[in-house]
């Protein structure tokens, strides 16, 4: 996977159009941005074509209005946010098929430095077929083409794709970069040891990613929901824990080729069992604690226990490179965090290079307060999946290789 990319740095942008595509799919509340963490994590890169005299045209989607213009899912209030961030006006484009008269002549009256933000790119049905008609509309409004949106990497867009292979130019911006820097080398060239921590629920949603990390890492843990199917498959009572049973081949399948590889596949020995799962999701639980071959056919596995957490931090002391995607439990409940909250701690204290891939470990880690610990948190959940299962991502592929 070459991964030797243009970046911003190594391009003119001074009294050229800039079209650079963001991710600033934000969570909105009334019209209001409820969290800004995309909005900040885009401000580098903009600043950067701003200072180098570039004419910046930003775009991004926002929810999935499938095609048509809803106004709800308007970038409206991103541009005002925007405005407030950056210290200078970000001039709005309103227009419904989001390449119309007021973004061509806004494009038009431009000076260098300034910015404008289109209308939500998925108002056009073309954006996610990455239909030629759009791909064009975007390429007539610029010289160039920034790709800052790693969240949308895994998809072949008009507005990441599409649109770079009708410029000249297709450069990453800084935030790509990092995410290449980042999840693509520690996968391909870790620095080892190499531990993996897979959680989450589905064995299904992780199977390339199981497989594909058993022959990069040495060490690969296994937490989450999806630990009960390997449990099972090794022929533990799992009670009423979730289960994929028709995944249990698979699972005897990577217990064996973990084995034949020479690899350390850790499993929970102890889990955290409640009687019936919480509703609401953050209500009380009784939870007793009972080893992974003693787990009665009664309760249900919700969270690693703390041997295994134990056994799991012990695993991240000695590694230089940890990649971790899931949580070890229902970390949404207090009492069921304790795992994702050991995991997490284990992480924040060493020296390794330390990658949260995304999603809910993302959320996890940062809800938990211990972001600003890990080395790189990914900004996007599928495209970092993608990334750990070893595939070549539309959006990375289409950048100009150096």
């Given at each position: 996977?070459?991964?030797?990319?243009?970046?911003?740095?190594?391009i003119?942008?001074?009294?050229?159009?800039?079209?650079?595509?963001?991710?600033?799919?934000?969570?909105?509340?009334?019209?209001?941005?409820t969290?800004?963490?995309?909005?900040?994590?885009?401000?580098?890169?903009?600043k950067?074509?701003?200072?180098?005299?570039?004419?910046v045209?930003?775009?991004?989607?926002?929810?999935?209005?499938?095609?048509?213009?809803?106004?709800?899912?308007?970038?409206?209030?991103?541009?005002?946010?925007?405005?407030?961030?950056?210290?200078?006006?970000?001039?709005?484009?309103?227009?419904?098929?989001?390449?119309?008269?007021?973004?061509?002549?806004?494009?038009?009256?431009?000076?260098?430095?300034?910015?404008?933000?289109?209308?939500?790119?998925?108002?056009?049905?073309?954006?996610?077929?990455?239909?030629?008609?759009?791909?064009?509309?975007?390429a007539?409004?610029?010289?160039?083409?920034?790709?800052?949106?790693?969240?949308?990497?895994?998809?072949?867009?008009?507005?990441?794709?599409g649109?770079?292979?009708?410029?000249?130019?297709?450069?990453?911006?800084?935030?790509?970069?990092?995410?290449?820097?980042?999840?693509?080398?520690?996968?391909?060239?870790?620095?080892?040891?190499?531990?993996?921590?897979?959680?989450?629920?589905?064995?299904?949603?992780?199977?390339?990613?199981?497989?594909?990390?058993?022959?990069?890492?040495?060490?690969?843990?296994?937490g989450?929901?999806?630990?009960?199917?390997?449990?099972?498959?090794?022929?533990?009572?799992?009670?009423?824990?979730?289960?994929?049973?028709?995944?249990?081949?698979?699972?005897?399948?990577?217990?064996a080729?973990?084995?034949?590889?020479?690899?350390?596949?850790?499993?929970?020995?102890?889990?955290?069992?409640?009687?019936?799962?919480?509703?609401?999701?953050?209500?009380?639980?009784?939870?007793?604690?009972?080893?992974?071959?003693?787990?009665?056919?009664?309760?249900?596995?919700?969270?690693i226990g703390?041997?295994?957490?134990?056994?799991?931090?012990?695993?991240?002391?000695?590694?230089?490179?940890?990649?971790?995607?899931?949580?070890?439990?229902?970390?949404?409940?207090?009492?069921?965090?304790?795992?994702?909250?050991?995991?997490?701690?284990a992480?924040?204290?060493?020296?390794?290079?330390?990658?949260?891939?995304?999603?809910?470990?993302?959320?996890?880690?940062?809800?938990?307060?211990?972001?600003?610990?890990?080395?790189?948190?990914?900004?996007?959940?599928?495209?970092?999946?993608?990334?750990?299962?070893?595939?070549?991502?539309?959006?990375?592929?289409?950048?100009?290789?150096?």
């Amino acid at each position: 996977m070459a991964l030797n990319k243009v970046s911003v740095d190594d391009i003119n942008v001074n009294g050229k159009r800039v079209l650079c595509r963001c991710d600033f799919n934000v969570p909105l509340k009334e019209g209001k941005i409820t969290d800004e963490n995309r909005l900040v994590a885009a401000l580098p890169t903009i600043k950067k074509l701003i200072a180098d005299g570039g004419k910046v045209i930003l775009c991004s989607h926002l929810g999935k209005p499938k095609g048509e213009p809803k106004p709800e899912l308007s970038l409206a209030p991103v541009a005002a946010r925007l405005t407030e961030l950056l210290g200078q006006e970000v001039k709005f484009a309103a227009d419904p098929e989001v390449v119309g008269p007021n973004a061509k002549a806004a494009v038009e009256a431009m000076k260098d430095g300034e910015v404008i933000l289109l209308e939500n790119t998925r108002y056009r049905v073309e954006e996610t077929k990455n239909g030629e008609a759009f791909s064009k509309d975007l390429a007539s409004l610029c010289d160039i083409f920034v790709n800052d949106a790693f969240g949308t990497a895994h998809r072949a867009h008009c507005s990441n794709v599409g649109v770079s292979e009708l410029v000249d130019t297709a450069a990453v911006g800084y935030l790509m970069q990092k995410e290449i820097d980042f999840l693509g080398n520690a996968v391909e060239n870790p620095v080892r040891p190499f531990v993996a921590i897979l959680g989450g629920a589905k064995v299904a949603d992780k199977l390339n990613v199981i497989s594909n990390l058993l022959e990069k890492c040495d060490t690969l843990i296994i937490g989450g929901g999806m630990a009960y199917t390997f449990l099972k498959a090794q022929g533990n009572e799992i009670g009423k824990s979730l289960v994929d049973d028709s995944k249990l081949d698979y699972c005897k399948e990577m217990i064996a080729k973990a084995e034949k590889l020479g690899k350390k596949l850790l499993l929970p020995v102890d889990s955290a069992t409640i009687t019936d799962f919480p509703n609401p999701i953050d209500a009380p639980v009784d939870v007793e604690v009972y080893d992974s071959d003693k787990m009665p056919a009664d309760r249900e596995g919700c969270d690693i226990g703390p041997k295994t957490a134990e056994m799991f931090a012990d695993a991240v002391k000695s590694a230089k490179t940890v990649v971790w995607n899931g949580p070890m439990g229902v970390f949404e409940n207090p009492t069921l965090a304790a795992g994702t909250i050991a995991v997490a701690k284990a992480l924040a204290e060493t020296d390794a290079t330390t990658i949260i891939g995304g999603g809910d470990s993302a959320a996890a880690v940062n809800q938990l307060g211990f972001g600003d610990k890990m080395s790189h948190i990914s900004t996007g959940g599928g495209a970092s999946l993608e990334f750990l299962e070893g595939k070549e991502l539309p959006g990375v592929a289409a950048a100009t290789n150096k």
